[in-house]
């Protein structure tokens, strides 16, 4: 297939010269990752992953060890704690805080910085291809939008756990590793030197997760049937082993400290992370077959992508289709055998595959300033492909505004200003699709409607999220703490095992507590204490003579009614009563 220039078209337009531009370039992909990381972000209730992360940042702060993580006063080593530090070290500038939006901030940032050096990474990848004379750089900036606007990558990057942090410093050292290869020897080494740094932090957010899910499927993509590329690695043998050095020394760093202070400790964490790779939420092999999927409004491209003996002829010109497509199978095939399965762990299937979505769109794109495809070639996958895909956004933007009467939320129903603006966004960008996306199978108008439809899904749709969480919710521990029988206690203990999600809900450190008479005797003052059976039931014979019982309030341990009741009370000493 031929990659001759194509027919440049007049880019005197303002916006044109924007979107040519590097700092217009810049611009926008800054916007979009603004809304997809950082807008209404504390929409959403804590999840598991991030209430341990929180918990054990605020245990830092609190005066906790930051090299030795505690969660809920327990020892934490089942992470490693950079994602950690960095939550704990946006509150020493802030001050200690609850707030979702604030302590996810840092996840947004290293989701920025994962768009960012992946446009870098992608950059390195597609310079020299021969299409990309007539436009350089674009490929790379295409890539870089539709990974901040994936399904998966915008979710990911809104929660406040580790994969965003080691997926995001993992692509960061792949960019600099690449650059280094193809940079003049002397020049070569501050950039691998940098890739060291970036990929042992990348083992300090994740252990060697990053490296055996990412790195290594790369660098298998990128040397086998590359002499070329072996060729550059040996020239720069001592700077490539410069930076295994680093990344090794940094990323164990952190391992080997813990295992000098508690051994015993390491060995029995370690000991139940191996085991639950092969017994924790199992599934089948084929569990991340839908992969595609989670690219989200991108999709049907990413599928098209993915077919080789229509895609490779397309996208070769464009980028290094072996490669990109090699760095996805082999890091699905990696992730696949492991027993251990979750969505969230796709994360790092989304660079390569954002790479292919661009090179296709490129390819279309190309036909378009070549004057678009021959008349009667409506059968024609470069036909109809756009043309289905701009009837999916037709068909989602209609769906938006039905849901959001049936759900009947204030602030979102019939007569809302936001539904009155969804509406608008209906009627404008549906009849534009029908028009141009459909009838004329504009690209650009695609890719511009694709990036519209998911800043306005998070900027009008978001809010709901919560309401949409909750909607079946009964009272939880939120609410206890404005009870005014617990006012003012200042110490909460848990008699018996307290879920981590509880325990960030509580606002402070619920340790477990089995106390024995003598304790009880010796309290000075009020405790509060939160049970899975009446706290009569839990304490020792005998409680009775030293401590007095109120029953506060109860509370469902999850969302709904099915789950387990838990008891708060306040025990009180009756040598204290009396007086």
């Known amino acids: 297939m031929s990659y001759q220039a194509a027919p440049r078209r007049d880019n005197s337009t303002l916006m044109a010269r924007l979107f040519t531009s590097r700092w217009g370039r810049v611009l926008l992909l800054g916007l979009i990752c603004g809304v997809s990381f950082f807008l209404h972000n504390g929409a959403s209730e804590v999840s598991l992953m991030e209430s341990r992360n929180f918990v054990a940042a605020r245990e830092m702060v609190a005066g906790g060890s930051w090299l030795i993580p505690t969660m809920n006063h327990e020892l934490r080593l089942a992470k490693p704690p950079l994602p950690t530090w960095a939550v704990a070290g946006l509150q020493r500038l802030i001050g200690p805080t609850q707030n979702l939006a604030l302590l996810r901030v840092p996840a947004g940032l290293a989701a920025t910085l994962l768009v960012f050096f992946f446009w870098g990474l992608a950059r390195a990848l597609t310079r020299g291809q021969p299409a990309e004379a007539t436009a350089p750089g674009r490929t790379a900036w295409l890539a870089a939008l539709v990974l901040a606007t994936s399904l998966l990558v915008v979710t990911t990057g809104r929660e406040g756990q580790w994969d965003i942090f080691a997926t995001s410093l993992a692509i960061g050292g792949l960019w600099l590793l690449v650059e280094g290869w193809q940079r003049p020897v002397r020049q070569a080494y501050l950039w691998l030197a940098g890739a060291g740094v970036l990929l042992g932090m990348a083992m300090l957010s994740k252990g060697p997760v990053p490296i ?342 109860s509370f469902y341990l999850d969302r709904g009614r099915n789950s387990a009741v838990w008891f708060v009370s306040r025990l009180e000493p009756i040598i204290q009563i009396k007086k």
Request: proline share 8%.
């Open 212 to 553: 055996y899910a990412l790195v290594l499927p790369f660098l298998l993509a990128y040397f086998i049937g590359r002499p070329t590329h072996r060729q550059a690695l040996r020239a720069r043998t001592a700077g490539t082993v410069l930076a295994a050095g680093l990344a090794v020394v940094i990323g164990g760093s952190w391992p080997l400290y813990i295992w000098l202070k508690v051994a015993p400790a390491a060995r029995a964490v370690a000991r139940v992370e191996i085991a639950s790779w092969g017994e924790r939420h199992v599934q089948p092999v084929w569990y991340y077959w839908p992969f595609f999927a989670f690219t989200g409004l991108w999709a049907l491209v990413a599928l098209a992508a993915l077919v080789w003996p229509y895609a490779r002829p397309r996208l070769r010109g464009y980028l290094p289709y072996g490669v990109a497509l090699g760095w996805l199978l082999a890091g699905l095939l990696l992730l696949s055998i492991v027993p251990e399965k979750k969505e969230r762990y796709m994360l790092p299937l989304m660079p390569p595959l954002a790479l292919l979505v661009a090179g296709l769109l490129r390819y279309w794109q190309s036909q378009e300033l070549g004057g678009g495809l021959p008349a009667r070639t409506g059968w024609l996958p470069d036909s109809w492909l756009p043309r289905t895909w701009g009837a999916l956004l037709v068909l989602l933007l209609l769906a938006l505004p039905v849901a959001m009467v049936l759900t009947g939320f204030t602030g979102f129903g019939l007569g809302s200003v936001r539904f009155g603006l969804v509406v608008a966004l209906v009627v404008a960008l549906g009849v534009g699709l029908v028009r141009q996306g459909i009838l004329r199978r504009q690209v650009n108008f695609l890719i511009g409607s694709t990036l519209v439809v998911v800043v306005s899904i998070i900027a009008l749709v978001m809010p709901a999220y919560p309401r949409w969480e909750g909607r079946r919710d009964v009272p939880g521990q939120r609410q206890l703490r404005q009870l005014p029988g617990l006012r003012g206690v200042g110490e909460w203990y848990s008699l018996d095992t307290l879920h981590v999600k509880q325990v960030w809900a509580a606002g402070q450190a619920v340790p477990i507590w089995h106390p024995t008479v003598d304790q009880l005797a010796g309290l000075a003052h009020p405790v509060v204490t939160v049970s899975g059976q009446p706290a009569e039931e839990s304490l020792p014979a005998g409680w009775a003579d030293v401590v007095r019982i109120t029953r506060q309030d």
